[in-house]
């Protein structure tokens, strides 16, 4: 059960190149987010899924899309990447047991120049 | 004003200690509470969760939740150099379901 995982870890890309962010989660979890980290920032949410089928906007999606490929994956897509975007990126998934848990995957580093 | 505020940091204390971290929300619609502990360079992990007025105690862990005044506390007693990390608070609002809106963190120092 290796939970919530992200490829890549690190990336660097330069400015106008694309690129897709891979999580995949096997705790069966319908809910799933994409946040990203600043330094003062704390977290902000990009775009998430309730269930496998839908997509919604976050705090942040401008830049971005998703797709929620399967119930297990979820990916985020930047199409023509900025310096602004340059950020940690975390996915995370939600089981409702009382608790509303999210549960983290490790991130992935993204340096655009 | 934004909407879960806390303080950056650092905050510094002696081994040993009581740890008091301070989260204040601008929603008073808001019905779910969290802390997240975020060690440098790895993902946040939830230590603590409180959904209503009062204390919540797991082990060296305490949330304290008043709606009244929108706030919420963490408390870390007989803190350890190992509770060295920054505290996420987290908040969850009513017609927001799932989404969690989370505050910028305090960065805690635990000095040996």
């Known amino acids: 059960n290796a939970g919530v995982t992200q490829t890549p870890k690190f990336q660097v890309l330069k400015t106008g190149q694309s690129m897709t962010l891979q999580c995949a989660q096997d705790m069966n979890h319908n809910s799933m987010y994409w946040y990203r980290q600043d330094p003062g920032m704390g977290l902000r949410l990009i775009y998430y899924s309730a269930s496998e089928g839908t997509t919604d906007k976050g705090e942040v999606p401008n830049g971005y899309n998703v797709s929620r490929l399967n119930k297990r994956e979820f990916s985020l897509r930047l199409e023509s990447a900025a310096p602004s975007q340059t950020s940690v990126y975390f996915c995370?998934?939600?089981?409702?047991?009382?608790?509303?848990?999210?549960?983290f995957g490790p991130g992935t580093r993204l340096l655009v120049l | 004003q934004k909407e879960v505020e806390q303080n950056s940091g650092p905050l510094s204390v002696p081994e040993g200690a009581i740890a008091s971290l301070n989260c204040t929300y601008s929603d008073r619609v808001s019905q779910s509470f969290f802390w997240y502990r975020q060690y440098s360079g790895k993902s946040p992990e939830l230590i603590m969760s409180i959904y209503s007025n009062g204390d919540k105690e797991d082990g060296r862990f305490t949330a304290q939740l008043n709606k009244a005044s929108q706030y919420v506390s963490l408390l870390i007693r007989d803190s350890q150099p190992s509770d060295s990390a920054t505290y996420l608070c987290a908040v969850i609002t009513l017609g927001n379901t799932g989404k969690l809106i989370f505050g910028q963190g305090t960065t805690l120092q635990v000095k040996p």
């Open positions: 995370a998934s939600k089981v409702v047991t009382g608790q509303e848990t999210q549960y």
